[in-house]
């Protein structure tokens, strides 16, 4: 059996026993020998039969215990300009935790799908025909309507005896005139 879980915006296929390099974890379970559970599953399969969510697997968990923390690879983040002698260098870790997958426990997915098809069954044939039928009413009574073909619009005359009044041009606002160019003054000699 195996599952697809959500965690740190990242989707990781998991099966009972495997080890995990997981995003750090908010809160405690840092410490090594914390329970951690998974409730956002979005697939689960056993063999042929598999679930898929939408977005998730309702009910559906896996149940993983911390092994530690740990850091990630050492990202290099290397800046550079051309031609100015600019060059930057800076690193990066992320802090991980590590997990192992202890179990899936697909069970809570099965048992709404169960309850539904008994709740089904225990209805009255009536009600679900008085539901059914104003539904199917309103489709029947609805025309549909024809397609819409595309035509060649025909040109229209102009007819001489009525003149067509024509839009006058919209006035561009006038162009500014340049700054006059100061100049200096010839002093006057007293």
């Known amino acids: 059996m195996y599952a697809v879980l959500s965690s740190g915006g990242k ?20 410490v090594a020998g914390a329970q951690v559970t998974f409730d956002r599953v979005l697939l689960i399969g056993d063999g042929d039969d598999v679930t898929i969510g939408t977005p998730t697997v309702a009910g559906a968990s896996v149940s993983a215990t911390v092994l ?4 990630g690879p050492k990202l290099v983040i290397f800046k550079f300009k ?3 002698k600019y060059r930057r260098r800076t690193g990066h870790r992320q802090h991980m935790t590590r997990v192992r997958i202890d179990a899936i426990n ?5 048992k709404p799908a169960a309850k539904a098809v008994a709740e ?9 025909a008085k539901k059914a039928a104003p ?8 025309p549909k309507a024809a397609p819409k073909v595309a035509r060649p619009r025909a040109k229209k005359a102009a007819s001489p005896a009525e003149p067509v009044a024509e839009k006058p041009a919209a006035e561009k606002p006038a162009a500014k005139k340049p700054a006059a160019r100061r100049t200096a003054k010839p002093k006057a000699e007293e």
């Open 120 to 128: 089904a069954d225990e209805a009255p044939v009536e009600t679900v």
């Open 106 to 110: 697909p069970t809570a997915a099965k």
């Open 82 to 84: 051309q031609k100015v």
């Open 135 to 142: 539904k199917a009413a309103p489709k029947a009574a609805a």
């Open 68 to 71: 530690g923390e740990a850091l």
């Open 11 to 30: 989707q990781y296929r998991v099966e009972a026993g495997t080890t995990l390099m997981l995003e750090r974890l908010d809160g405690e379970p840092g």
